[in-house]
């Protein structure tokens, strides 16, 4: 009897064989593509940074040069509305020479966030803002009004280049690919690099500002599970 059970079940274990042997494997791969499109807006960053011994001096100093900066600005053409405050900072100048901590002064920074809708009148922005007191710049950030177009190349082509992957990974083990499983958009979003400068104000002085506009890189990546088998 016990060997009559013994040879039962190793005949049904022989016939599990080819089951497993021919069971779906999964590959699982990162996709990712971008897009590049060209910016049609940007956000300069500039503003004044003014220093005093006495802290209300260089605050009235700073408001003040923002005020004459705004006005040239709304002169020159950009709405009221496309101007706003990025940010308000001040604080106290130390010396340690003396083997204590003594003040010596205050520093005011007050900075704009400038929106400029003709990417073609940033430089211009610029000189406008350096030419009524101005003296930082802190960035240039570009943007595009439209990229649901590229989005949707984007994620085509992390698909592909998922599909791509997985078909050399599935190769290389001697499988084939048989279809899909599972697929999961992971993020699609756009971004660009900025210009970040220490600007000149003596040479704005002489010459006017050029800036070029950025491309946007719109950049997407999917997660997708192929099936494969032998």
Do not use: C, H, W
């Amino acid at each position: 009897m016990k060997k009559t059970v013994s040879l039962l079940m190793a005949l049904l274990i022989i016939s599990l064989i080819p089951a497993f042997a021919f069971a779906d494997s999964e590959i699982t791969v990162t996709g990712t593509g971008n897009v590049l499109v060209p910016a049609d807006m940007a956000v300069v960053m500039l503003g004044v940074s003014a220093a005093d011994k006495d802290v209300r001096t260089a605050q009235g100093t700073a408001n003040e040069a923002i005020a004459a900066i705004r006005s040239a600005l709304i002169e020159g053409g950009i709405a009221e509305e496309d101007i706003n405050t990025d940010y308000i900072n001040i604080y106290a100048m130390y010396d340690y020479s003396g083997g204590s901590e003594q003040i010596t002064g205050y520093n005011a920074n007050s900075t704009l966030a400038i929106r400029v809708k003709d990417i073609e009148r940033v430089g211009e922005v610029i000189d406008l803002a350096f030419g009524a007191g101005a003296n930082t710049l802190n960035g240039i950030g570009f943007s595009a009004t439209d990229t649901a177009e590229a989005k949707e190349m984007a994620m085509r082509l992390a698909v592909a280049d998922a599909q791509a992957k997985a078909d050399i990974l599935a190769d290389a083990a001697g499988l084939k690919i048989r279809g899909i499983e599972d697929i999961a958009e992971q993020n699609t979003y756009s971004y660009d690099k900025g210009i970040m400068n220490n600007f000149d104000v003596a040479e704005a002085a002489v010459a006017g500002t050029v800036v070029q506009a950025a491309k946007l890189t719109v950049s997407s990546s999917v997660v997708i599970t192929f099936k494969a088998d032998k």
